[in-house]
């Protein structure tokens, strides 16, 4: 809308206004004038890299890796968009780039997210010998680049510096996608329970919503873990015979990111009474992949397990280690990445990407739904 500011002549400046509300402004809004983004490689647009990301997962810098939409690698581990440059779209905003990039355009948002990030910090899986957790960054670490990017602004909290930090939130959507699926991983090998992950990894990002809460954050989403035990690399980590459920998923996996899931909607909960002012979405992410995985042809994939990128063939192409997965010397991936839920064992394919997040635009799996958040912020600036 600025640019028509720019127009020489105010009677037709306002025509067009007049017309551009009633009619334009609809399909192609603004609602947000920047999006603040923290999460793990699901939504990592780029602060990892080959050398920095998680062991496992070793060529991401390079093709296959973006070889739907970017046609080159953008460290996205994807084959295209992720989740949240589907919300950017929606957004009408530029991808939102990563913190690293000090040379990048922030004006629009910024990337926090961390592929192979965890939530727990670092130390905690090295003083329990956890060979998996390599990746030194936690969700105190983005809180932290957060802090330094806003530093300039002076904003401390909503408090002691409101104009400060009114600035820093205004017009902003808070993004925190799913969060801690690395904590549970890092665990394999170690003596740590998934119960314990589950406690002090809600009480991590619970610590960092409230921190973001206290310094003015108003419009909130919060993605919740996936379907874990359907990925690739769940059905590789456990014993061939390990109870399946409904869907034919590792089903302990699925009902730890249930529970995980379960524990940290609890807590948003006490989030809404305590911040009644702001709104805090919770993304239902984990019945939206289900409902995927149970109805796989209605959104046209033929390959609900079989990754597209891997190597070693059979039901999941698919060998956890950084000298058979995609990328490596001697692996390939599939002709038709639409067609196949997950890219390369962990990681899901933009097609399936594009399916979740529309899922969740509209409305479904999500409590309250997207349009009501835009909504709220709608009526805020009215
Ligand atoms: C990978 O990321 C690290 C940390 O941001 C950076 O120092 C390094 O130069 C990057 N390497 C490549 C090959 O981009
Ligand atoms: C960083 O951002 C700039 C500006 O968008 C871009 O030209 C450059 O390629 C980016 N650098 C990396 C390593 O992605
Ligand atoms: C980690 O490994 C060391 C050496 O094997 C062992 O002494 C120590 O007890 C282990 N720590 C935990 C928390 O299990
Ligand atoms: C787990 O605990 C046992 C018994 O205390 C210990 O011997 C072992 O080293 C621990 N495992 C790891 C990976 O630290």
């Known amino acids: 809308m600025s640019s028509f500011l720019t127009f020489p002549l105010v009677t037709l400046f306002i025509s067009i206004f007049v017309f551009s509300t009633i009619s334009l402004a609809i399909p192609n809004p603004r609602p947000f004038k920047k999006v603040y983004v923290f999460g793990d490689s699901y939504t990592d647009t780029g602060n990892t890299n080959d050398s920095t990301g998680p062991s496992i997962f070793h060529h991401v810098s390079a093709l296959p890796y973006g070889k739907s939409f970017f046609h080159h690698s953008t460290n996205r581990y994807s084959d295209g968009r992720l989740f949240i440059d589907f919300i950017a779209e929606s957004l009408n905003l530029p991808y939102f780039p990563p913190y690293l990039n000090k040379t990048a355009d922030t004006?629009?948002?910024?990337?926090f997210a961390v592929g192979g990030c965890t939530t727990i910090p670092i130390s905690f899986y090295n003083k329990n010998n956890a060979s998996?957790?390599?990746?030194?960054?936690?969700?105190?670490?983005?809180?932290?680049?957060?802090?330094?990017?806003?530093?300039?602004?002076?904003?401390?909290?909503?408090?002691?510096?409101?104009?400060?930090?009114?600035?820093?939130?205004d017009g902003a959507l808070v993004w925190i996608g799913e969060m801690s699926a690395n904590d549970y991983t890092n665990i394999y090998g170690t003596n740590v329970t998934s119960k314990t992950i589950q406690k002090l990894a809600v009480m991590y990002q619970t610590k960092i919503l409230k921190e973001l809460l206290k310094m003015g954050a108003k419009y909130v989403v919060v993605q919740g873990l996936p379907a874990t035990g359907c990925f690739p690399l769940s059905f590789a980590l456990v014993s061939p015979t390990a109870e399946r459920d409904d869907l034919g998923c590792v089903a302990m996996k699925n009902k730890e990111s249930y529970d995980h899931n379960m524990a940290l909607q609890a807590k948003l909960h006490h989030l809404r009474t305590e911040f009644p002012s702001a709104v805090i979405v919770y993304g239902d992410d984990w019945h939206a992949y289900r409902?995927?995985?149970?109805?796989?042809?209605?959104?046209?994939?033929?390959?609900?397990?079989?990754?597209?990128?891997?190597?070693?063939?059979?039901?999941?192409?698919?060998?956890?280690?950084?000298?058979?997965?995609?990328?490596?010397?001697?692996?390939?991936?599939?002709?038709?990445?639409?067609?196949?839920?997950?890219?390369?064992?962990?990681?899901?394919?933009?097609?399936?990407?594009?399916?979740?997040?529309?899922?969740?635009?509209?409305?479904?799996?999500?409590?309250?739904?997207?349009?009501?958040?835009?909504?709220?912020?709608?009526?805020?600036?009215?």
């Open 107 to 111: 004006t629009h948002g910024v990337n």
């Open 291 to 382: 409902e995927v995985y149970a109805n796989a042809a209605k959104y046209e994939f033929t390959q609900r397990f079989k990754t597209c990128c891997g190597s070693g063939g059979g039901e999941l192409n698919f060998i956890p280690s950084p000298l058979t997965t995609c990328g490596a010397p001697g692996t390939s991936s599939c002709k038709h990445p639409s067609r196949f839920m997950s890219w390369d064992g962990l990681h899901v394919t933009q097609g399936l990407n594009k399916v979740l997040s529309k899922m969740f635009l509209d409305g479904a799996f999500a409590q309250p739904s997207f349009p009501h958040l835009l909504a709220k912020a709608a009526e805020s600036k009215a």
């Open 132 to 169: 998996l957790a390599v990746v030194p960054q936690s969700l105190p670490t983005q809180l932290t680049w957060f802090k330094d990017h806003i530093k300039g602004s002076g904003c401390k909290n909503i408090v002691s510096t409101p104009t400060e930090c009114t600035a820093v939130f």
